[in-house]
């Protein structure tokens, strides 16, 4: 699910138009929402309390569903590039350098499964070292640069991006093991 463009001196990770179209969908459906509102309001002067528990139901469900709108248009945004001097992320919500001599973890840690692309991993970059939980999984806790590598991708990540950054560092990478999870 990310795009990956590589030159002989740097890789730039991007994510495709997935992420777009979930963003483009949340707000769909938060302007259903807020035109639900305007709907209920405003109350009869007989409200009752399914009224107003169906106000605010339909409020929470809107604040839930730009929250969501937000960090796919976030995650969309997200470039990471991967060079001589470290590696950069920047998206429209922040921008993060680390550089080579500052990594002391970095690797594809197992994270979760979706329903139909298989196993997400998150490709990591820290500044301190994370706690291993098991021989696909690290505790991935704190600041650092990471993004997801869904399904297919993760066989991409392991055969392009894992041996350019052993170029760069003498750090040694933690692989998760590729294998069928149980939720």
């Known amino acids: 699910m990310f795009e990956l463009s590589q030159s002989n001196n740097q890789i730039i990770i991007k994510r495709n138009t997935t992420f777009l179209g979930i963003g483009v969908v949340t707000i769909i459906m938060a302007i259903a929402g807020i035109r639900l509102v305007f709907g209920l309001l405003p109350f009869e002067e007989n409200y009752t309390f399914a009224d107003v528990f169906g106000l605010i139901f339909v409020c929470v469900w ?27 992320c920047k998206s429209w919500l922040h921008k993060t350098f ?31 070292e994370c706690p291993m939980k098991n021989d696909c999984k690290k505790k991935l806790k704190g600041k650092m640069i990471r993004t997801f590598v869904i399904g297919n991708d993760y066989s991409e990540a392991v055969s392009k991006i894992i041996p350019f950054c052993k170029e760069k560092t003498d750090i040694i990478p933690f692989v998760g093991k590729d294998k069928h999870h149980l939720i």
């Open 62 to 88: 809107i604040l839930i569903v730009l929250s969501m709108g937000i960090f796919a248009f976030a995650t969309n945004s997200k470039q990471i590039t991967i060079n001589n001097d470290g590696v950069l």
């Open 98 to 128: 680390v550089k080579w001599t500052d990594i002391k973890d970095w690797g594809l840690s197992y994270c979760g499964q979706t329903r139909f692309e298989g196993n997400t991993y998150y490709l990591y970059f820290s500044e301190h």
